[in-house]
């Protein structure tokens, strides 16, 4: 596991522009170690790079966050005020409308299926940005692993849904996946998200111990949800 700088973030996202949030969060001297541009390669290899579609988890998320699920909203204001949300895999970035409204104030979709044929993948440039009352959303085009290993330490939360098998048939990608999050979320910060195997390997990390993490129960805070729903806190 790489050092980096930790960074404690101080987002407003009408006065930075979306390059200089991006880089704040991104370490852009760091190149991902050989195994995880072999494992980076090889998922590129699959192919099935077609436009990025609408995920139907935004419209789960927002189904469960109604606004009666107060205990459930707050819980997450709470960890997300002000803050990094990270998207892995997140589609056309339909969830960019679950981030604002719990108060998230950047909100970055990795997505490694253009928009646009004609974009290029580069985790360091924004594909588009939009900003309104003091939240940035923006999309990157890139692969998960490849962005994530090369953020800083403690920099944001994560949320990450329907990255199963059918998406990275490979269980090395997914357990470094799971490792680079764990050390990219801040102290406090959330990982959550559903029906993906990086969540399912953080779960069994947690169990077998040694990891400063901490599993939420979603039924507890209300939210009625199947087992392949989690939720983590970091706890240092």
Request: hydrophobic letters at 40%.
């Amino acid at each position: 596991m790489r050092e980096k700088e930790n960074y404690i973030p101080e987002i407003n996202a009408e006065e930075k522009q979306p390059e200089e949030i991006l880089l704040s969060i991104i370490d852009k001297q760091c190149v991902p170690p050989a195994e995880y541009q072999r494992l980076i390669s090889q998922q590129e290899l699959r192919g099935g790079k077609g436009r990025a579609v609408q995920s139907w988890y935004a419209v789960l998320w927002r189904n469960l966050l109604k606004e009666d699920q107060v205990f459930a909203i707050e819980f997450f204001r709470q960890h997300l005020s002000g803050q990094n949300l990270i998207d892995l895999g997140g589609g056309t970035g339909s969830m960019g409308e679950v981030a604002t409204g719990l108060n998230s104030g950047v909100y970055v979709n990795v997505e490694r299926a253009p928009f646009e044929s004609s974009e290029i993948t580069n985790p360091l440039v924004p594909i588009f940005s939009e900003s309104k009352n003091n939240f940035l959303q923006m999309g990157v085009h890139s692969d998960m692993l490849d962005f994530v290993s090369r953020m800083k330490d403690s920099v944001g939360n994560f949320t990450i849904n329907g990255i199963d098998t059918i998406i990275v048939n490979d269980m090395h990608y997914n357990r470094a996946l799971a490792h680079e999050m764990i050390r990219a979320t801040r102290k406090g910060g959330l990982i959550f998200g559903t029906s993906s195997d990086a969540l399912v390997y953080i779960d069994f990390l947690i169990k077998k111990g040694g990891v400063a993490l901490t599993t939420i129960d979603p039924k507890k805070l209300g939210l009625q949800v199947d087992d392949e729903t989690f939720i983590f806190e970091k706890t240092r």
